[in-house]
């Protein structure tokens, strides 16, 4: 573990000693200033910002774990990404049992295709079956079933008749309404402005997490790079909640 897989999204207002690396606090009102400076259009402020990260894109795709976490947990990822795969596969499990399932952590995704080629968008596409999964109550069954059927980046295993056949596998019940969805690109906005918001904060890679402090007295947010090993992510976990109370 490294200085780059812990990286500050604005100006660090708090410093704390994990291990022997350095990590930082972030202050809500900076990462703002920082993350929206240059797109007037969006005018969003703080809370605002803090909203948008954490709220689901539909009601049916909600959060994992308690309203009430102490800390709110967002990985933006791409289904095709090899390292997301990765996180899926060895952490993502651990978090869930060991963060979730005790309340400390509210664990989100949000979509970031970044591998998505000129001549398809299978990333894309992959993100928008979820949401159509999600109609019929089985956003995350859909979701481990991308990333457990995972064959690689840009491999050609995403297309819609597989993604239809994951549906059927995770026992969506109605499969023509699931494919109208997909091939109406009914939630191809949400994922976009999902990827925007990803590059918006300054995000450049797959897996990155977004980690939110819900302080009473004040917000704050910090970003992890990469698959890191369940320490790193269960270290920050207990600092930041250690500084929320």
Not at 33 to 62: D, E, F, R
Request: with cysteine.
């Amino acid at each position: 573990m490294n200085n780059n897989n812990i990286l500050l999204l604005a100006t660090p207002v708090v410093a704390l000693l994990l291990s022997t690396i350095l990590i930082a606090v972030i202050a809500l009102i900076d990462v703002a200033n920082l993350a929206y400076g240059k797109h007037q259009q969006l005018s969003l402020n703080a809370t605002q910002l803090i909203q948008k990260l954490s709220t689901p894109v539909t009601s049916n795709a909600s959060a994992l774990g308690s309203s009430d976490a102490p800390v709110t947990f967002i990985e933006f990822g791409d289904y095709q990404c090899a390292a997301c795969h990765k996180f899926h596969a060895d952490t993502e499990d651990l978090i869930l049992t060991n963060l979730v399932k005790i309340g400390k952590v509210k664990f989100l995704f949000k979509d970031f295709p970044i591998l998505d080629l000129s001549t398809d968008r299978s990333s894309t596409l992959a993100s928008e079956a979820s949401y159509c999964a999600a109609d019929q109550g089985k956003y995350w069954q859909y979701h481990d079933k991308l990333y457990n059927s995972w064959q690689g980046e840009n491999t050609g295993w995403i297309t819609k008749a597989s993604l239809t056949q994951f549906a059927i596998s995770i026992g969506i019940k109605n499969i023509k309404e699931f494919s109208q969805c997909l091939d109406s690109g009914k939630y191809a906005a949400a994922v976009a402005d999902n990827f925007n918001l990803a590059r918006d904060i300054g995000l450049i890679a797959t897996p990155s997490f977004v980690l939110i402090s819900n302080s009473n007295t004040q917000q704050q947010l910090l970003e992890i790079v990469g698959a890191q090993p369940y320490a790193v992510f269960a270290n920050v976990v207990n600092i930041m909640t250690a500084h929320s109370r």
